[in-house]
């Protein structure tokens, strides 16, 4: 069954256009990539997803829902979270606070149950690492490990949809590892989750996705497995490069 589609979706930034003619259909509980160079329209994808643009034409349904018109908090609450490009953590908050938040956002405030609330903060310290820096504000943390929590704080929603914005930028190989592993725990642990990762690194689109699309200037040029993607000629000869294939 179809979690998320998206049904010849355009977007202008001014004379720009964004994204172009896109449609893509997502199964739910799949780990799905979309790989594209720099500016091939992936995180406005995002952007239009969760409310931050509204598309100029075109259709974006969550489990049959529309999603076009609404905003952020409306759509986090239908369950949609992300993670961003560049991180967007509350940097003077602690790492329990970060995560509290998330919990906040999707519930609103006055309708906790806190005991609750606590176990599941206690999980995400526990799965992602981070429970001897509970009380360490998120600033001072190491990078990889906001990196970690921003994905953290964004399961603290409780998506149906979680979207990763290159989650691993400005790793190193071994962090990539790392975050390899711990992505494939998230699903493990909460398998109804359906994961949509944006990333440049086929190493990691390899490792964890199901099914990829690429995108270059705002349109889909190919949908396949991540084997299918990398033999596929025109994805080779506008991204990739026979480097990154071989
Ligand atoms: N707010 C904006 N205003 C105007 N143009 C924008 C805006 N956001 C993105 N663009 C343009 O839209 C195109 C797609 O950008 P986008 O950031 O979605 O690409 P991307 O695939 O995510 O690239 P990257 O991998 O570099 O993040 C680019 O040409 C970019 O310059």
């Given at each position: ?13 001014g ?7 896109l ?18 329209g ?5 952007n ?34 992300r993670?961003?490009?560049?991180l ?22 006055g ?16 799965l ?29 929603t ?7 914005d ?75 490069g ?5």
């Open positions: 069954m179809e979690l998320l589609e998206i049904k010849d979706l355009n977007h202008m930034f004379g720009l256009k964004a994204i172009s003619s449609n893509i259909n997502v199964k739910s509980k799949m780990i799905y990539g979309v790989i594209g160079a720099n500016g091939a992936k995180t406005t994808l995002f239009l997803i969760t409310g931050i643009y509204h598309p100029t034409t075109g259709q974006i349904l969550l489990d049959g829902i529309s999603l076009v018109g609404k905003q952020s908090y409306e759509i986090s609450r239908l369950g949609v979270a993670t961003f490009q560049n967007r953590l509350f940097n003077d908050l602690t790492v329990v606070e970060n995560i509290h938040v998330g919990q906040i956002y999707r519930r609103g405030l309708k906790q149950k806190t005991k609750n609330l606590s176990a599941k903060i206690n999980s995400l310290l526990n992602f690492g981070l429970d001897a820096r509970a009380e360490d504000k998120a600033g001072n943390l190491p990078y990889g490990m906001q990196r970690k929590l921003e994905i953290a704080r964004a399961l603290a409780e998506p149906k949809l979680l979207l990763l290159e989650p691993a930028a400005g790793m190193n190989p071994h962090e990539v590892q790392g975050l390899v592993g711990l992505i494939k725990e998230v699903k493990r642990q909460y398998s109804d989750i359906t994961i949509i990762l944006i990333e440049h690194q086929m190493k990691l689109v390899e490792g964890l996705c199901d099914y990829a699309t690429v995108m270059n200037f705002g349109q889909v040029i190919a949908n396949g497995t991540v084997q299918e993607i990398q033999n596929n000629p025109v994805v080779i000869k506008a991204y990739l026979e480097a990154e294939v071989g």
